[in-house]
């Protein structure tokens, strides 16, 4: 291989590709980032909730270990950028997770269980319904059950008549727009407006850089791939990244009617959440469609407003700003894809839901790789490679059924 341009290129400037470059450059490596549109994909769009509980779901016990490490993580993240927490409104406020009726209580429930709580009694029953402020079986570590009188206490702007409530003290926020601008600050003019349009390889099959749109050619001791649902020729993840659109509005709350903390909840079984920034904007979120439409849905605006109100109705006195939708990169075990995909070429994306939360403990990982050491972090189920046929991979499939937890992982 000729000598290298850089040491690394990475390819997408969202949350991700500008951690992993920040995280590359603190390092030592020279590095070039190409993106035609920087923070304009996802990152765009996102609420910037760190919330491993909240996002606790039944087939995601790994990404909550993974979340909750990444939260750890976020001080020192956001110290490291330009500006510190304050350039990107980064809060450690709780989140408050709500359920509207006794159906939306019982999914907390669920919830609790599953971050290793206890079930209630009257929750596993079939159709049982619970009194409003009865008291629960034991919440899971760094959460607790309020009443709905505790909750309005905390939250004034509560609904009356929320059925349950539960804190997650370790659930915060940032601004990911302005996170990932400060990020891109720090990176200056190493990002290229330019679109990568694919592998370049040697004769050996080993990646060597990337031919963009314009074709010039970055010349890449390794190559990092972060462009969330996007595409370059020659990179193979299986198949295993789909868009799944959101459809998100930002509102302006005036004084006296803005919310503490992030409030998450469920209304009639559908999931909704208001998360307040300093500035007095409330971003309220997120549908999930996978329709393919990349304009806003009005079905998903108004059920977004209505859902919003019946939690906290004050939302009606907002004033509307903007509405957007961008697309998720998804991949069938709600895991991302995150590692070595071959000699020269890493991958960084599939973080769906929980790229602004993860983009540290990513770029940490990528970094280490891409200098070659081990990561900290063990990043073994999120192998990129695990959609591949059992031909490219090796062997069968070679994924831990019991992935390790990542306890004890360096913050
Ligand atoms: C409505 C909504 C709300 C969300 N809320 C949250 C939240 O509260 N908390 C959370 O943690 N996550 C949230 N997410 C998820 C989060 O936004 C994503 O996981 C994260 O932004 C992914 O970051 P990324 O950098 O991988 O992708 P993106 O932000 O999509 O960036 C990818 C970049 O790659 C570029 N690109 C693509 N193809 C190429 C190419 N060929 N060459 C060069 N560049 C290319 C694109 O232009 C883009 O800038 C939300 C997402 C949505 C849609």
Not at 15 to 44: E, F, K, N, Q, W
Not at 53 to 61: I, K, N, Q, R, S
Not at 83 to 93: I, W
Request: net charge neutral; glycine share 12%.
């Amino acid at each position: 291989m000729c000598a290298p341009d850089v040491d690394v290129a990475v390819v997408g400037a969202g949350i991700v590709g500008s951690a992993i470059a920040a995280a590359c450059l603190a390092a030592g490596a020279r590095v070039r980032v190409v993106d035609p549109d920087p923070g304009g994909g996802a990152t765009y769009a996102a609420a910037g909730m760190l919330s491993p509980f909240g996002e606790l779901e039944h087939t995601e016990p790994v990404l909550h270990a993974l979340g909750r490490v990444a939260v750890a993580m976020y001080p020192r993240f956001v110290a490291g950028i330009p500006g510190g927490a304050e350039a990107c409104a980064y809060e450690r406020e709780p989140t408050l997770l709500l359920g509207a009726d006794a159906a939306d209580a019982r999914s907390l429930d669920e919830l609790n269980a599953l971050a290793g709580g206890s079930r209630c009694a009257s929750a596993a029953a079939d159709g049982a319904t619970r009194p409003p402020d009865q008291d629960c079986a034991p919440a899971a570590a760094g959460v607790r059950w309020l009443s709905s009188r505790e909750a309005r206490s905390r939250e004034p702007l509560l609904a009356p008549g929320i059925s349950r409530a539960l804190l997650a003290e370790g659930d915060h926020r940032v601004d990911p727009r302005r996170l990932a601008a400060a990020l891109r600050s720090g990176i200056g003019d190493r990002v290229e407006r330019t679109r990568a349009a694919r592998i370049a390889r040697n004769g050996a099959g080993r990646v060597t850089g990337i031919e963009l749109a314009d074709g010039r050619v970055i010349r890449a001791r390794e190559t990092v791939i972060a462009h969330g649902t996007g595409h370059v020729d020659g990179v193979d993840l299986g198949g295993a990244v789909r868009p799944v659109h959101g459809d998100i509005l930002r509102l302006y709350a005036p004084a006296g009617m803005r919310l503490r903390h992030t409030v998450r909840g469920r209304v009639r079984g559908r999931p909704v959440y208001l998360v307040p920034r300093p500035d007095g904007t409330l971003v309220v979120g997120a549908t999930q469609r996978e329709d393919g439409d990349e304009g806003v849905s009005a079905g998903g605006v108004h059920a977004l407003l209505r859902d919003a109100i019946a939690l906290v109705p004050s939302v009606e006195e907002s004033r509307f700003v903007a509405h957007s939708a961008r697309a998720r990169p998804a991949t069938p075990d709600h895991l991302p894809l995150v590692g070595r995909a071959a000699d020269g070429l890493l991958v960084a994306t599939g973080t769906n839901r929980a790229g602004v939360l993860l983009a540290p403990l990513i770029a940490q990982a990528i970094a280490a790789l891409a200098a070659g050491d081990e990561p900290d972090i063990d990043i073994g189920p999120l192998d990129p490679r695990r959609f591949l046929g059992a031909r490219k991979h090796g062997a069968s499939d070679t994924r831990d059924p019991e992935p390790r937890i990542f306890e004890g992982a360096h913050t």
